[in-house]
């Protein structure tokens, strides 16, 4: 007789491009015996191993961050936001908030998606707040911390994004000659090498570039 997992996964972010595409695969999985989701809006399917929590990320219940491995695949632009305070929010006040309430928690691995660039010292706004999560999180403490740097994503999104388009035709054009780190990933990719990761039980903190994403 074999043992059944009782692993819990929970994911935030899995509205998103990427967060979408690794519930799928976390649901799928006999990895983990349920899978919760915190969310404002609901996902729109259903799954046996699913669990949506509806959650508000501004005065966070923290009996609701619960599980064994958090993956965080929260992301927005600062347009999209409407402004750097606003970005700065969701982009490292919110992964931070779950990552100290999950450790409190008991949980074990925290994975995140960052950006290629991330750098605290970065003069550009996006780039060092990316660095200032990832730096703010580690300090958490976390057994396994890993944090995925993907480039540009090739997706289909369920917001237009024009930057981003006008980029992933850029990138086509010239791919050739764009040197493999800088390349446009995949977010399929990126997905699968979170979900793999995962199930290595790393120690520490591990850093994947997106040239590295590429291989999943």
Avoid at 91 to 107: M, V
Avoid at 144 to 149: D, E, L, P, S
Avoid at 177 to 195: E, G
Wanted: aromatic fraction near 8%; include cysteine; charged fraction near 25%.
């Amino acid at each position: 007789m074999t043992n059944q997992p009782s692993k819990t996964a929970l994911v935030i972010g899995a509205t998103g491009l990427i967060g979408d595409l690794l519930t799928h695969l976390l649901v799928d999985s006999s990895a983990y015996e349920r899978v919760k989701v915190l969310v404002r809006r609901p996902l729109g399917w259903q799954h046996p191993r699913l669990q949506e929590v509806q959650f508000d990320f501004d005065h966070p219940n923290g009996l609701l961050v619960q599980a064994d491995d958090i993956f965080c695949c929260l992301g927005t632009t600062i347009k999209q936001a409407g402004s750097q305070e606003a970005f700065r929010k969701v982009d490292y006040q919110y992964p931070l908030d779950i990552a100290r309430l999950g450790r409190s928690n008991g949980a074990h691995q925290y994975f995140l998606v960052s950006a290629m660039g991330s750098d605290v010292n970065s003069r550009i706004f996006y780039n060092r707040v990316k660095g200032e999560v990832e730096r703010d999180i580690f300090a958490v403490g976390y057994p396994t911390f890993v944090v995925v740097r993907p480039s540009l994503l090739l997706g289909n999104r369920k917001e237009t994004r024009l930057g981003e388009k006008v980029g992933e035709v850029v990138m086509r054009l010239f791919a050739p000659l764009i040197p493999s780190k800088y390349k446009a990933v995949k977010a399929q990719s990126v997905a699968n090498a979170l979900f793999s990761l995962a199930q290595k039980r790393l120690a520490g903190i591990h850093v994947v570039e997106s040239d590295e994403l590429r291989k999943y």
